[in-house]
Nanobody, 115 residues
Framework: QVQLVESGGGLVQPGGSLRLSCAASGIQLSIYTVNWFRQAPGKQREMIAQVAGRATKRYADSVEGRFTVSRDNAKNTVYLRMNSLQPEDTAVYSC?????????WGEGTQVTVSS
């Protein structure tokens, strides 16, 4: 059974940092393209970061320079380091892994940025 499990969310003050994890079981995450999405209340889900199988990375303009996606293949995990968080970053963050026609989603983790 394939599972993606996000963790690391929580409440943080503006300007703070968090590191989210997307841990996989049942698949070799290193061959998958992994995307981080977020969805804020009342807004559409947006893709904010991507790491491809060859470690090519892409970021949405809204997080470029503040967020960093990385892989730890030994732990079968992808991370999203988030710095300089602002209230507008408040959302449910989810990871998605896809390879050819195989696609999996995690259930998400809440990130709340508030003083």
């Amino acid at each position: 059974q394939v599972q993606l499990v996000e963790s690391g969310g929580g409440l943080v003050q503006p300007g703070g940092s968090l590191r989210l994890s997307c841990a996989a079981s049942g698949i070799q995450l290193s061959i998958y393209t992994v995307n981080w999405f977020r969805q804020a209340p009342g807004k559409q889900r947006e893709m904010i970061a991507q790491v491809a199988g060859r470690a090519t990375k892409r970021y949405a303009d809204s997080v470029e320079g503040r967020f960093t996606v990385s892989r730890d293949n030994a732990k079968n995990t992808v991370y999203l380091r988030m710095n300089s968080l602002q209230p507008e970053d408040t959302a449910v963050y989810s990871c998605n892994a896809n390879w050819r026609r195989d696609e999996h989603w995690g259930e998400g983790t809440q990130v709340t940025v508030s003083s």
